[in-house]
């Protein structure tokens, strides 16, 4: 393990990036400069998004491995470009680190950024290095394009049209939900192992590993989300032009609400409609939860939540891994959500992100 | 002072973003949705940076006010814009924030950075706002443009060319060492009193303000610098276009380094020529400093350091507030400082920011 004072600030930089290629004809010019210069395409729209994201707020090292936080640090800024129905060419980086990450911890966590950027067609164009008194900050910025014609703001929702929703939802809130849990048992034990003075015990919990067989897609989701490109491109393909949309980060309750009160409308969400997965639903029978409210206010799940006219009905119905949650009402009507046994809740939001976590 | 948590994120976003209007042509959409919309201007280039700012590691709130902080954060990005001959019109803002922070505190942070927007003519479209564990993170990325041909990077200095820089160096610095020294002799004084059990003087203390009568100029330039944008517009009335171009960041040794080593290039710089405030001079003095080590490896000067073709002498020397310091020599010659009494010196990069305060 190598301290980063021994090669400074700009020699960690250079570690970093000195083999970076850029694959983006818009990228003229990447690290290295003051700036970062790109040539935009003449018929297109520069879509831009940024995220921080905090240790101890938004990811806790004790069970993210370095190389996984990279690429999902990316991955969120992705989802946001994805969700305005627009592609993503650039990204900027910056890294603020304390002392007790090496040389090696930081370039684990670059890999991760890299592998995410090379699987969406991203160049890193430029960042920020500092050092941190405290943990580990970063902060993404994500730029993309579109033509004006596509952008699809969250606004646009028209009465009766329908709302969809890609893949699964609750799984990232469940993955984190049993990573948190092994979290605390683990502490227990070593808890109990230095109480008790056994010196076995301890040498045991040194090399544990949590048994996560049969879990393995509720922490994928949580530790590695994938932003999906691929539902904006079957939807070009299809034909389809959603007129709202976002990408799920703050549970589905909070993110139809944000829609609905930026179109000026109402929804109906039925409960029975929510998609999800075989692991999610036995997780939260474990942990005695119920699934719905997890899928619903559990954050982090990265698919996109859209709306569509209603004569689009067919053309999504056959879309793989999409389906139909609801539709779209009167503003006079509210949010609702549609229990199992056909009773009408008011749809809350409780995005989980800062309230929760402070 | 009203609790974060009062209103949560949502609402902190929606209290700081509510009235911002946007200026630029080039801004379609602002903040409200996953993506900021901008219409880049069909012959302009698009310029970007980001910068990461950490509590304790670039600024100490004990003597920074959050107004002042805000302004100067926004000011250190564009500086880079207009490091490569660009016009800043876009920034997103990220926060992070502790809760000992109150809803007031990031309105005078944000009101900061508002007041720096509207003297350089930027819309804010963006960000991302969430809580902190420990201090204050701020992340600015900003959005500029330039025409192709009027981009300056830092690798076109030639052989011959002069080297310019806009205003004075080392004030920010010295501002930084004046403005610590008061932090320790506060410190001292509290220390005794307890230690003295001296009610009367805790009370002092409490109200107390050093005496900075004489220090205005110096301690202006580390809380509350200001981006050259005045510099970019004269080169450009003067029908100059530098060779090579980047602010001054770091200090002017470290910088000169970065032009001379991307270009493949060496340089002479003559200390006398260094241009330096009067206050500077009299707090380096009052310090036991070396001022014209302070004018070159002090940080945070956010002047301009360019070359210019030979040619232009004439003109350069005739531009207010603009001082050849030297030329641009044969690489092979490497990075020279010429001092006052004649003699030669190998000029060294000696960046403060991450290094001193690690």
Not at 84 to 95: A, D, F, K, R, W
Not at 111 to 127: P, Q, S, T
Not at 220 to 229: D, G, N, S, T, V
Request: net charge negative; hydrophobic share 35%.
């Amino acid at each position: 393990m190598s301290e980063i004072a021994s090669i400074g600030e700009f020699g960690l930089i250079r570690k970093l990036t000195e083999d970076l290629k850029t694959i983006n004809k818009s990228t003229l010019k990447g690290v290295g400069d003051d700036c970062a210069v790109l040539s935009p395409a003449m018929d297109m729209k520069t879509l831009v998004t940024t995220d921080l994201l905090m240790e101890g707020v938004h990811f806790d090292l004790t069970y993210v491995p370095l190389k996984h936080l990279g690429y999902k640090s990316v991955m969120v800024n992705l989802s946001d470009i994805y969700a305005m129905n627009g592609m993503p060419e650039q990204i900027t980086v910056s890294l603020a680190i304390s002392k007790r990450f090496s040389i090696e911890d930081i370039e684990e966590l670059y890999a991760g950024m890299r592998l995410a950027c090379e699987k969406h067609g991203v160049d890193i164009v430029g960042g920020d290095t500092t050092s941190s008194m405290t943990g580990l900050a970063i902060s993404i910025t994500a730029i993309g394009r579109a033509k004006e014609e596509d952008i699809v703001y969250r606004n646009g929702a028209k009465e009766t049209d329908l709302i969809c929703v890609s893949g699964n939802l609750g799984a990232a809130y469940m993955g984190l939900q049993l990573l948190e849990r092994e979290k605390n048992v683990y502490d227990q034990q070593v808890a109990e192992a230095q109480r008790t003075g056994n010196k076995e015990a301890m040498k045991n919990l040194a090399t544990a590993q949590p048994d996560f067989a049969g879990k393995e897609y509720i922490l994928e989701r949580q530790l590695k989300p994938e932003a999906r490109r691929d539902i904006i491109a079957a939807l070009a393909k299809e034909g389809i032009h959603p007129t709202a949309m976002m990408d799920i980060s703050d549970g589905l309750s909070s993110e139809i609400r944000h829609i609905c009160s930026q179109s000026k409308k109402g929804c109906r969400i039925y409960e029975e409609r929510i998609p999800l997965d075989y692991q999610t639903a036995v997780m939260a029978e474990e942990m005695d939860m119920n699934v719905s409210t997890c899928a619903l206010n559990g954050g982090e799940d990265y698919e996109l939540l859209f709306t569509v006219p209603l004569t689009d009905n067919d053309k999504v119905s056959q879309m793989e891994d999409v389906k139909v949650i609801g539709y779209i009402t009167q503003e006079e009507q509210g949010c609702a959500l549609i229990s199992r046994d056909g009773q009408e809740f008011e749809l809350k939001a409780q995005g989980w992100n800062l309230s929760k976590k402070e």
